[in-house]
């Protein structure tokens, strides 16, 4: 069954400290890999689309990268309003419906 | 540019009693369109997607059902509601081609008590 995972569960900043969230997936068949951001009480909201190994994408303070098991969202120099939860979707050849992952909670503190 | 709403923002309702959640999308033709349950602090579950008008995928066997009765209009139903559907309901389009990244509506807090 294809799976994705991501990781940590939450994790909390201080501002300006940079890190990374990790999404693992099932590597057979993969056609695409998606980041969302979600606030509190609101639909998530697209980020990137990523397709192959090695392709990377960036929006101001996020820049998303894929390798051949796992896509990585760094965030860099982050600010409170960076504050959401990040979900991770993956698209398989084999479904025409994307799987999302159960998101990471990143708490941004002044 | 494309927009989707959803309404109710909110909704209240007793246990057995019936429920009409509607999505609609504007500026686009013939978009895939999905009906998503997103429990506290869970992931998305995918409920039923549609291709087409009058066609429906269903994900999860529960009371739920969906239809479609316009290009761009995707309606959630239940007959009986349990206490167990309460959730955010999310409504999503994808262009279904070579892009297939999905949207999502606002969302529909949905407690039943």
């Known amino acids: 069954e294809d799976q994705v995972t991501q990781s940590p569960e939450a994790l909390r900043l201080q501002e300006g400290e940079s890190s990374s969230l990790n999404c693992s997936y099932t590597v057979s068949g993969l056609r695409g890999l998606f980041w969302y951001r979600q606030d509190p009480g609101k639909g998530p909201e697209f980020l990137f689309t990523?397709?192959?190994a090695g392709e990377e994408k960036e929006k101001e303070r996020l820049k998303a990268t894929l390798t051949k098991k796992e896509s990585f969202l760094h965030i860099t120099a982050p600010k409170p309003e960076d504050s959401a939860t990040y979900l991770c979707a993956a698209l398989y050849s084999s479904a025409s419906k994307i799987i999302f992952g159960s998101g990471t909670r990143l708490s941004i503190r002044p | 540019s494309q927009t989707i709403h959803q309404w109710p923002a909110t909704l209240v309702q007793p246990v057995g009693s019936p429920l009409s959640l509607e999505c609609t999308v504007e500026?686009?033709?013939?978009?895939?369109l999905y009906w998503y349950r997103q429990a506290a602090g869970r992931g998305l579950q995918l409920l039923f997607y549609?291709?087409?008008?009058?066609?429906i995928s269903s994900e999860v066997p529960q009371n739920l059902s969906a239809s479609r009765p316009q290009d761009r209009q995707f309606i959630l139903s239940s007959k009986k509601l349990l206490l167990s559907d309460s959730g955010f309901y999310l409504c999503a389009w994808s262009l279904g081609t070579a892009a297939y990244e999905q949207y999502f509506g606002p969302g529909t807090r949905l407690t039943v008590t």
């Open positions: 500026g686009t033709s013939n978009p895939n």
């Open positions: 990523l397709y192959s």
């Open positions: 549609s291709v087409g008008i009058g066609q």
